[in-house]
């Protein structure tokens, strides 16, 4: 998906609903080709700090859904992620 410059929604996984599928149709229904990408903060499995100390960066916590959900919103919108060191 090409990146352009339109509006980019920073969310975590659990904001718009309970979860990342929740996420994606509550984001189709209400805002669709309102926004161009999302900002998701961390859905890694962590010890805390709401995600900010992720213990597996290759995992989506369980809470959330798992990396077809992930790729899902992909698919409808570019996508940016936090990394902490």
């Known amino acids: 998906?090409?990146?352009?410059?339109?509006?980019?929604l920073i969310t975590?996984?659990?904001?718009?609903?309970?979860?990342?599928?929740?996420?994606?149709?509550a984001l189709l229904r209400?805002?669709?080709?309102?926004?161009?990408?999302?900002?998701?903060?961390p859905f890694f499995p962590s010890s805390g700090d709401r995600g900010f100390a992720p213990i597996n960066y290759r995992e989506v916590d369980?809470?959330?859904?798992?990396?077809e959900d992930v790729i899902e919103l992909s698919?409808?919108?570019?996508?940016?992620?936090d990394y902490m060191i």
């Open 30 to 41: 209400y805002v669709d080709n309102a926004i161009g990408g999302i900002h998701l903060l």
């Open 62 to 67: 369980s809470t959330f859904g798992d990396w």
């Open 1 to 8: 998906m090409k990146i352009e410059n339109k509006i980019m």
């Open 12 to 25: 975590y996984s659990d904001s718009f609903g309970r979860n990342l599928k929740e996420l994606k149709e």
């Open 75 to 81: 698919n409808h919108y570019y996508m940016m992620y």
